[in-house]
């Protein structure tokens, strides 16, 4: 079992770059795909990025290619996400997922944190 904590959401202005994280529990972290997904207010929690174990492996969806990057530190057992020119239509709360195993989106994500805010002003 895997504990997921996320941090880093905030309140950017349009065009703006905010990082999260997500922290992980346990010492089989690098055996999990891990991926963030969003919910905006009234709408459905949607994937955003995953990564493979090793990290060799990425997708995004195609609302994000090119604007943000997940990323993974197998030593500190954390995931990122790198989140760059950013629209008011990114306001949502963030989570972060762990799979046991990766498969991009369709990953059989078992595990969930709490979530973070992220606003973008416009």
């Known amino acids: 079992q895997v504990q997921l904590v996320e941090s880093g959401g905030g309140l950017v202005q349009a065009g703006g770059s905010l990082r999260l994280s997500c922290a992980a529990s346990g010492r089989t972290f690098s055996s999990y795909g891990m991926g963030w997904f969003r919910q905006a207010p009234g709408k459905e929690r949607e994937f955003v990025a995953a990564i493979s174990r090793g990290g060799s492996s990425t997708s995004y969806a195609n609302f994000v290619k090119g604007r943000f990057t997940i990323s993974r530190d197998n030593a500190k057992n954390t995931v990122d996400l790198q989140m760059t020119s950013l629209r008011p239509e990114d306001t949502a709360v963030y989570y972060c997922?762990?799979?046991?195993?990766?498969?991009?989106?369709?990953?059989?994500?078992?595990?969930w944190g709490q979530g973070t805010q992220v606003t973008v002003s416009s």
């Open positions: 997922g762990a799979a046991p195993y990766y498969s991009g989106r369709s990953s059989p994500w078992a595990y």
